[in-house]
């Protein structure tokens, strides 16, 4: 079983040890239960249901399909050098401090041509190649490591791809073009610039190194269908109300040509002469970039009634359509956000696949001693060594309290963990309890419901017991009183007493003693021969006929009406004072408390 787990088996060995357990599984001994027998077995309890969970528990190891897929993870190689995040970091240095002397070369060329002065191409020239050469062995890199993957890659390609080109292009211009005079001529001296002005574009790259600036440009670019819809529906909109404001405003030159004078020069024409004027003039308003001061009062000034007009317009293109477009950036970058956490979940599934597949091995580098089995001992001195314990706390074993967890996992309570219970321990830990898990844990705490009801009763029955013992026992002394006293000596015990006669034997009473029940213990030889001397030699009598013997020959002799009188005690002197200490004693026996005086 232990082979079944290794990380090194191959799909015909695993194949044979199924078999094998199949065959196992079908010898006469020992007989497995379905799952409705283990029930069965747990509730009409033929054997301790613990047992018997634990039983159905480990069982269960081996028909679990789902935890050893874990097993058959195959065990990913580490990152390639050019995808670590130091070398990335490295790189998006360079790439700023590219960006940075584009930005200067750019000024540099500005400034003389403004100037007039002769612009020096060395110094730049010299820049731009060593940047070029740094560009080049990071594509060549790329492609040593990724192969044909880098052009391939589902989620890298368009990125790999503009990369490729871009710095192929530069390779050109700089290695090339540049150094054997091509290009002479104004138009590809432009476009050679545009070329480089292209690596402005691996900035971009930067954005990914930084998690909050990534998913706000991921959000916006993920935005871009649905705002061109917007946009679109925008540009319909103003169109629509261009038609409109034309019409009203720019014809109306009746009514604006005499406010041109006394506005001091706002000429309407310049803003609704044509449809396209009074397009761009709704989206100054639809922006709110001075369109109270530039537009709207001039013409509410002359048509009060257009308020209601722009109103209208700037509540549905403003505060209408912008909201829609801030919300769609929005819900889009949250999109964006869950997706990057998905895909953390899923780097972590797979790093935890990847120390499943090593648990094998990490049971043999814990196993100091090579008797195959792990001790508490053992698992404490694992934890101590770095590489085992991140592998253990990545698969979210309780390595701060390995005591707890090694109890749990040693089913057999040998003080061993075996290969079999360490690595189905470690897998049944891993994420969220199963329906089968779940069914195991309530049939066992279904069992300790039965138990612990069994026990209460058995608890009830023993407090009844107890009651009895205790009621019997005021009986037999209250009765022994009536059989073994006279009136006299009962008046001295009892002095409350205040009664002529005693009270009656109540046989009744006696006959319902324990002892008169069938199934009750018999008596030992001793009582029995008491037994028959109370009843004069009579067989097959009880303790309740000896007591209704003493009782009448007690009540044969008469009961003694009259109050005792108090016991009087003779006097000591030299010769008598043996005589005098056993009368006390049989004071102290017969009336308690009279010599404490």
């Known amino acids: 079983m232990a082979e079944k787990f290794g990380s090194k088996d191959t799909a015909e060995q695993v194949e044979e040890d199924v078999d094998d357990e199949e065959l196992a599984r079908a010898a006469p001994e020992p007989k497995t239960k379905s799952w409705v027998g283990f029930l069965k077995g747990a509730v009409q309890g033929d054997r301790d249901p613990i047992d018997a969970l634990v039983a159905k528990y480990n069982q269960g190891q081996d028909s679990d399909e789902e935890d050893n897929d874990d097993y058959g993870a195959e065990v990913r190689p580490p990152k390639p050098f050019v995808d670590t995040p130091t070398f990335n970091m490295c790189l998006g240095v360079v790439i700023a401090l590219n960006s940075v002397t584009i930005g200067l070369e750019t000024d540099s060329v500005a400034h003389a041509v403004a100037t007039q002065e002769e612009h020096d191409d060395r110094l730049w020239y010299i820049v731009e190649l060593i940047f070029c050469i740094i560009f080049l062995f990071e594509l060549l890199l790329r492609l040593y490591f990724h192969r044909l993957r880098y052009f391939t890659n589902p989620v890298t390609r368009a990125w790999n791809v503009a990369d490729f080109i871009i710095v192929s292009v530069s390779v050109v211009d700089t290695l090339i073009l540049i150094p054997f005079g091509v290009g002479g001529t104004a138009r590809v001296v432009a476009m050679l610039r545009f070329v480089r002005m292209m690596r402005l574009a691996r900035l971009l790259r930067l954005l990914k190194l930084f998690k909050e600036l990534w998913l706000m440009v991921s959000g916006l670019l993920q935005s871009l269908k649905t705002l061109g819809w917007i946009c679109l529906v925008a540009l319909l909109f ?16 009746d009514l604006y040509d005499p406010y041109f004078a006394t506005s001091g020069g706002w000429d309407h024409e310049v803003y609704f002469a044509t449809v396209w004027r009074s397009t761009f003039t709704l989206f100054q308003i639809m922006t709110l970039d001075q369109w109270n001061e530039s537009v709207v009062r001039h013409v509410v000034a002359n048509q009060p009634a257009m308020l209601i007009f722009f109103l209208i317009f700037v509540c549905i293109s403003s505060l209408g359509l912008m909201s829609i477009m801030i919300g769609v950036v929005v819900e889009n970058t949250l999109a964006t956000a869950n997706k990057d956490q998905n895909k953390l979940k899923a780097k972590r599934e797979r790093d935890r696949k990847q120390v499943f597949s090593q648990l094998q091995e990490i049971f043999e580098m814990a196993d100091v001693d090579g008797s195959g089995t ?130 009656r034997l109540a046989t009744s009473e006696l006959e319902n003693m324990p002892w008169n029940k069938e199934g009750e213990p018999g008596f030992g030889a001793e009582a029995q021969q008491s037994l028959l001397a109370l009843t004069e030699g009579r067989t097959g009598a009880s303790p309740t006929q000896a007591l209704m013997d003493g009782a009448l020959r007690s009540n044969a002799n008469g009961l003694d009406l009259a109050l005792p009188s108090p016991p009087t005690v003779p006097v000591a002197d030299a010769s008598g004072s043996k005589a005098l200490e056993d009368r006390r004693d049989e004071l102290a026996i017969a009336v308690p408390g009279s010599l404490s005086n």
């Open 374 to 503: 792990l001790t508490i001992d053992e698992v404490e001195a694992a934890i101590q060594k770095p590489e085992i314990y991140n592998k253990l706390k990545m698969i979210d074993f309780p390595v701060d309290d390995p005591g707890q967890i090694f109890a749990l996992l040693d089913y057999d309570e040998s003080g061993e963990l075996t290969t079999e219970e360490f690595i189905t321990g470690c897998i049944r830990m891993k994420g969220p309890a199963k329906s089968k898990d779940l069914l195991v844990a309530q049939v066992g705490v279904d069992s300790m419901r039965k138990q612990y009801a069994l026990f209460e009763q058995e608890m009830e029955k023993f407090q009844a017991k107890v009651a009895m013992l205790d009621a019997t026992i005021r009986a037999v002394m209250s009765h022994g009183e009536h059989v073994f006293l006279d009136t006299r000596q009962y008046r001295m015990r009892h002095p409350d007493f205040k009664a002529q006669t005693m009270k």
């Open 238 to 253: 103003c169109y629509a109300c261009a038609i409109i404001t034309t019409t009203v405003i720019g014809h109306n030159d």
